[in-house]
């Protein structure tokens, strides 16, 4: 386990995959200040919604990026097989991979958290808040782009499956108010079925749109905020999703 963390590091540093990911949110985070100063009011605090929501965006693709290409690439150049024929199993090979995400993750939001502060107008709290959550996102991301990356070939169609659950995800909420509305206006039986998928799907998917807010960073987090909820989300879809890579990844010959 130990072994497959430092050499995703590793891998990183060599790609320079971190200096490239903080210098591409550096260039956002000008391109979101000239955006700011073109709006007519609150410009600080725009630029603090346009800073927030363009680095969350960013941080997921990334992520994402980096996770498939580098399994396939694992796997093709036969390094994965390497690894396997060593007196490590699976399991902890996933959990060393997963390890060197979640330190990705965690260092990312904490720049992310920086440039936010430095560039916007963000309430103390909820920036503590935003940025803790924002890592948690990029925790359960990560868990969801090594089972794709795992189960699928192709790293462009594990990104895509990714990057799809995840706008999903964000915008159950959408769907959920939509199909109540629809359904309180008419009660036919393609509202009913549609109803009914949109139940299903909303406990199959996180509600990561109760993530990183940015409406927290102008108006601090509200006292209702289920924190607990949004924590134990990260923790039982992060988990859920390492086990289905470690069932795929158990039953594949490498």
């Known amino acids: 386990m130990d072994e497959i963390f430092r050499y995703?590091?590793?891998?990183?540093?060599?790609?320079?995959?971190?200096?490239?990911?903080?210098?591409?949110?550096?260039?956002?985070?000008?391109?979101?200040?000239?955006?700011?100063?073109?709006?007519?009011?609150?410009?600080?605090?725009?630029?603090?919604?346009?800073?927030?929501?363009g680095l969350r965006l960013l941080l997921v693709m990334g992520l994402t990026l980096f996770t498939a290409t580098q399994l396939r690439h694992m796997d093709h150049s036969r390094e994965l097989a390497v690894f396997i024929s060593r007196p490590i199993t699976r399991g902890q090979f996933l959990l060393g991979f997963y390890a060197a995400l979640g330190v990705f993750a965690m260092g990312l939001s904490v720049v992310a958290a920086l440039l936010v502060k430095l560039v916007g107008v963000p309430d103390a709290q909820g920036l503590a808040v935003w940025g803790a959550t924002l890592a948690g996102e990029l925790l359960i991301i990560a868990a969801v782009a090594m089972a794709f990356g795992l189960m699928l070939k192709s790293p462009v169609v594990s990104a895509l499956a990714t990057l799809g659950y995840y706008f999903m995800a964000r915008m159950m909420s959408l769907f959920v108010m939509t199909q109540a509305s629809s359904l309180a206006k008419t009660h036919t039986a393609i509202d009913l079925v549609a109803d009914w998928v949109i139940k299903i799907g909303s406990y199959l998917v996180p509600r990561l749109d109760r993530f990183s807010q940015s409406e927290w960073l102008i108006y601090s987090v509200p006292q209702t905020l289920e924190r607990g909820l949004i924590y134990g989300q990260m923790l039982l879809f992060s988990a859920l999703f390492l086990v289905v890579a470690w069932l795929d990844f158990s039953r594949k010959e490498c």
């Open 8 to 53: 995703v590091l590793l891998i990183a540093r060599r790609d320079r995959v971190v200096w490239s990911l903080v210098a591409m949110m550096l260039m956002l985070a000008v391109a979101c200040l000239v955006l700011g100063h073109g709006v007519m009011v609150e410009e600080e605090q725009a630029t603090t919604v346009f800073l927030s929501g």
